[in-house]
C-alpha cells in the first residue's frame, strides 16, 4: 500500500469510495510479493499493480464490482492448462488478492496511517481477509510497537484481537509483512479466519563508509533501492552535501564513532547494509571490527583490491575477530562483472545486496534452471 498511499489518501480525504486490490499471498513464480497494491478510484482511475500486468484488468473489473456492493472479496489468481492467458499468470505462479471497499466509514484511522509512515514511525496494520462469518471480512486492527499503545479497531473478539496484537508487534519489530493464520476465534492452533498483517517500518538504512567518487554512485542505487542512504567520512572536505545531494544524510564524523552511537541510539537492525569503501586502514579497520561484531545486519562489504583485503584480514585478526565473524565480510565487494566504472561498480554492488538477501548467487539465468524469484521457503496455498 505504500506505493499507492499518496492516491488513496487524496480520494479519502475527499470522502469517495475507493477500490483497494491487495496481494495477500502468493506461491511458486508470482511477479508480485504480498503487500503489492492496486487502487480503483471514483473516477475508474487505475493505480499500482499486484501482477505487473498478468491479472489488472480481472482485478481492476472486481474491485469496481466491490466498490458498488461494499462486500470485500478474497480472490486466487493462477493458471490452468486450458485457460493459461484468459485472467491467469502466465509465469505459473499463484496470487491471493484481498480487494476491499475504502472509504471514512470503513477505514477511519488511514489518515493517522499514512501520517506515521510519512514520518517514518512503524506501524501495522492487520485486516482479516478470509472467515467462514462473511460479516468478518475487511475487520481491521492499526498495531503500533508500544506494548501500552492499546490497537485501534477489532477482529471481532476479545480473543482474536489479543493474538493478533502480540503477533503483528513481532512481525512489525522485524519490519515483516505475512498472512497469519487462526481458529475463527483467534485460537493459536486451528484455521478459518487468515489475517493479512502488512508492516510499514521505517525504510531499511544504508551506511556508506567514505565520500568518494564511488561512494556517490553506490549511494544513488541505493536510494533508487528504497534505502535510507547515510554517506559519512571523517573528512569535511569531501563529505558535503554538494557532492552527495541525492542521499538522506551526509555526516562528518569518524565511520566507527559514528556507527557505535547509532548501535547505541537503536538505530541499526537485520535490514542494515553497510559499505566501507574508504579501503584506508585507520577509516575501515576500527568501523568494520564493530560491524562485524554485530550480532543481526543485513550486509558488510569493503573496497579494495586483494592485496587490501589480505591486509585488512591480518589487522582485523590482530583486533580480535574470529573466523566466523570475518567470513561475514563480503570484500572485495561486489559480484564480478568486470566493472570498471564508478556507475558499474555500484551495480555490481546493488547486486551483490540483492543476492545476498534473497538467496541468489549471481549467475545468468540462462545457465541456471529452477525458479527466478528466490523466497525463504516453499509454502504450499491453502486449500
Known amino acids: 500500500m505504500r506505493d499507492v498511499l499518496p492516491d488513496l489518501v487524496g480520494w479519502w480525504k475527499g470522502g469517495d469510495a475507493i477500490g483497494l486490490a491487495t496481494v495477500v499471498g502468493t506461491w511458486s513464480s508470482a511477479p508480485r510479493q504480498p503487500g503489492a497494491a492496486m487502487l480503483v478510484g471514483p473516477d ?145 492452533r486451528g484455521a478459518g479466519m487468515r489475517v493479512f498483517a502488512a508492516s510499514y517500518a521505517p525504510r531499511p538504512r544504508m551506511l556508506v563508509f567514505g565520500a568518494i567518487d564511488f561512494a556517490a554512485a553506490v549511494a544513488r542505487l541505493g536510494t533508487f533501492l528504497g534505502y535510507r542512504v547515510t554517506v559519512c567520512d571523517a573528512r569535511p572536505v569531501f563529505a558535503t552535501r554538494a557532492r552527495f545531494p541525492e542521499v538522506d544524510e551526509v555526516v562528518v564524523d569518524w565511520p566507527h564513532r559514528y556507527l557505535a552511537a547509532e548501535i547505541e541510539a537503536g538505530r541499526i537492525d537485520a535490514r542494515t547494509v553497510i559499505c566501507v569503501l574508504t579501503h584506508d586502514p585507520k577509516f575501515d579497520v576500527p568501523v568494520l571490527e564493530i560491524a562485524l561484531r554485530l550480532p543481526e545486519v543485513g550486509y558488510v562489504g569493503a573496497m579494495g583490491s586483494r592485496r587490501t583485503h589480505d591486509e585488512r584480514l591480518q589487522r582485523l585478526r590482530e583486533a580480535g575477530l574470529t573466523e566466523q565473524e570475518l567470513a561475514r565480510l563480503s570484500s572485495p565487494i561486489g559480484l564480478d562483472l568486470g566493472a570498471r566504472t564508478p556507475e558499474e561498480t555500484a551495480v555490481s554492488i546493488a547486486a551483490e545486496i540483492v543476492g545476498q538477501r534473497w538467496g541468489g548467487n549471481g549467475s545468468r539465468l540462462t545457465e541456471v534452471t529452477g525458479r527466478i524469484h528466490h523466497v525463504a521457503s516453499e509454502v504450499r496455498p491453502p486449500g
Do not use: W
Open 44 to 188: 475508474d482511475t487505475a493505480v499500482g499493480s499486484v501482477s505487473g500486468g498478468c491479472v489488472e484488468s480481472a482485478v481492476y473489473q472486481l474491485a469496481q464490482e466491490v466498490v458498488r456492493s461494499g462486500r470485500p472479496v478474497l480472490q486466487r489468481y493462477g493458471v490452468s492448462d486450458n485457460d493459461a492467458f484468459a485472467v491467469g499468470l502466465t509465469c505459473g505462479g499463484i496470487l491471493d488478492v484481498f480487494v476491499e471497499p475504502v472509504s471514512r466509514q470503513t477505514f477511519p484511522q488511514l489518515a493517522e496511517v499514512a501520517a506515521d509512515i510519512d514520518g517514518s514511525r512503524p506501524v501495522a496494520v492487520a485486516t482479516v481477509v478470509d472467515h467462514p462469518d462473511p460479516a468478518r471480512l475487511g475487520a481491521r486492527m492499526i498495531i503500533r510497537p508500544a506494548e501500552d499503545s492499546a490497537p485501534q479497531g477489532t477482529m471481532g473478539s476479545p480473543r482474536a484481537d489479543a493474538a493478533v496484537a502480540d503477533d503483528v508487534r513481532g512481525l512489525l519489530a522485524a519490519g515483516k509483512t505475512e498472512l497469519l493464520t487462526y481458529g475463527p476465534d483467534g485460537q493459536r
